[in-house]
C-alpha cells in the first residue's frame, strides 16, 4: 500500500529535533510520497535539503504563500519565477489568498496569485492553493484565469458541498486532510458525495494534527487517521482508498 501526503512541510522548524525520526516512522506507515509547499524564499534551502536526504520520496514545489506576501513580494516572485526556470518542480505553491490573519495586503495576495497561476501555466504545473476566509476571492480569479492550463489541487478544502463542486469545475483535486476527522469539521458530512477521483489525502503537516492528535504537532504517519476516517465515509477498505488517491495525485503531478 503505498500513500501520498500531498501537502507537508518537512522542513518546518517544528520537526528540528527529530526529522529523521518522524520521516522513518510515516515511510514505516506506506506513506512513501512526499509532496512539500513552499513558503517563502528563506526556506528554499531547507528544502533543497530535504530533497537530497529522501530522493525517492521528496517532491518540492515552489512558490510564495499568501500569508508571506509583505512589501517585498515582487522580489520574492522573482525569486520563485528564477528557481522554476533553474529545475525541476512539481507544482506552484502553495499560492492563494489568506483573510484569516491579515486584511492588509489582499490587493498583493490577488496580484502575487494572478501571477503565479501565470508562471504555472508557463511551466504546465498544477497549481496548489491556500484559501482561508477567501472562497469568493478565489473564486474570482480562477474564473478569470480557468482553461487547460488551469489545474492542480484546493489544499485543506473546508467549504461547503457547493463550493467544492466549484473547485471541481476549475480542475481541481480537493486536498482532505485532519480537518475530516473534526467533529466541527463539517466536511465529513457531504464528501462522500464527491468522487473519490477528486480527493488527495494531506497531513498540513506540522498543522491540523487530525482526532486523536488534534492540538498536538501533526506528521505525515498521521495520514493513515485521514486514511481511516475516508474508509468510514465512503465504505471502502484503506488500501482501495490509498490507491485511488495515490493515483489522483500521480494524475496532478505527473510523478
Known amino acids: 500500500m503505498i500513500i501520498t501526503d500531498t501537502h507537508t512541510h518537512l522542513y518546518s522548524e517544528a520537526f528540528d529535533e527529530d526529522r529523521d525520526a518522524m520521516v522513518q516512522r510515516a515511510l514505516e506507515a506506506g506513506v512513501k510520497r512526499f509532496f512539500i509547499p513552499a513558503i517563502d524564499s528563506t526556506y528554499t534551502q ?106 492542480g489541487i484546493f489544499h485543506c478544502f473546508t467549504g461547503t458541498l457547493e463550493q467544492a463542486y466549484k473547485a471541481k469545475s476549475y480542475n481541481m483535486k480537493l486536498g482532505i486532510g485532519g480537518v475530516a476527522t473534526f467533529k466541527n469539521g463539517k466536511i465529513d458530512q457531504f464528501l462522500d458525495q464527491i468522487d473519490l477521483k477528486h480527493i488527495v489525502l494531506e497531513t498540513d503537516s506540522p498543522y491540523l494534527a487530525p482526532v486523536p492528535y488534534r492540538g498536538k504537532r501533526n506528521e505525515s504517519a498521521y495520514v493513515l487517521q485521514v486514511l481511516e476516517k475516508l474508509s468510514g465515509i465512503y465504505g471502502m477498505p484503506v488500501e482501495e482508498i490509498a490507491e485511488i488517491t495515490t493515483e489522483n495525485s500521480k494524475e496532478v503531478f505527473g510523478v
Not at 515552489?62 to 517585498?72: A, D, F, Q, R, S
Not at 504546465?124 to 480562477?142: K, T
Open 46 to 151: 531547507s528544502m533543497l535539503d530535504l530533497e537530497s536526504n529522501y530522493p525517492e520520496n521528496v517532491f518540492l514545489m515552489m512558490g510564495l504563500h499568501p500569508t508571506h506576501v509583505k512589501e517585498n513580494y515582487k522580489e520574492e516572485l522573482a525569486l520563485v519565477e528564477e528557481w522554476l526556470a533553474k529545475r525541476k518542480f512539481y507544482a506552484v505553491g502553495e499560492i492563494g489568498i489568506d483573510l484569516y490573519w491579515d486584511k492588509t495586503f489582499l490587493k498583493q495576495q490577488q496580484e502575487a496569485f494572478v501571477y503565479q497561476i501565470r508562471l504555472a501555466k508557463k511551466y504546465q504545473l498544477p497549481i496548489v492553493i491556500h484559501c482561508r476566509e477567501s472562497f469568493d476571492e478565489i473564486f474570482e480569479i480562477l474564473e478569470q484565469e480557468k482553461g487547460d492550463g488551469l489545474f
